[in-house]
């Protein structure tokens, strides 16, 4: 952890228990890591399988995802890392939309205009630094 955190005191929610995967499903690391505190984002209550809605007659998911506070500085990290984490998981051919629970951040549609910008997600992407840390937060063992 680094100091000076945004939101020193998270509340913190207990894992649930998933269903056991098959061999041919994604790795079992399915939880992301919140790039500021050792938690999943579940469990930060960032995200739950309620704020996910996948379609596969239209080919789409849409995340809705909620920061901790409303000017979480990670929303948009916590917005890539899950784009990182489906583009890793789904077929190429669906269309993801992410976006912060409406009234969760004070600044909302600019958040959601650059998690949903192609241009702007690569643009990030690319920067080692924002990878490394969309990285860290995927592959994170601390959970």
Not at 18 to 32: F, N, S, V, W
Not at 65 to 93: D, Y
Not at 95 to 107: E, F, L, N
Not at 110 to 118: F, G, I
């Amino acid at each position: 952890m680094t100091l000076g955190l945004i939101n020193a005191n998270p509340v913190v929610q207990a894992k649930k228990e998933r269903l056991a995967r098959t061999q041919d499903q994604h790795r079992d690391d399915d939880d992301i890591r919140d790039p500021e505190h050792p938690y999943s984002l579940e469990q930060l209550s960032v995200l739950s399988e309620d704020s996910i809605t996948l379609d596969d007659k239209l080919n789409r998911i849409i995340i809705t995802f909620t920061p901790t506070i409303q000017h979480c500085s990670m929303a948009t990290i916590i917005g890539l890392c899950l784009r990182a984490k489906l583009k890793e998981c789904l077929p190429l051919h669906y269309k993801v939309d992410i976006r912060v629970s409406p009234g969760s951040h004070a600044d909302e549609d600019s958040v959601n205009k650059q998690l949903n910008d192609k241009e702007r997600v690569v643009a990030a992407l690319e920067n080692p630094n924002l990878r490394q840390l969309v990285d860290e937060c995927l592959c994170s063992n601390e959970i």
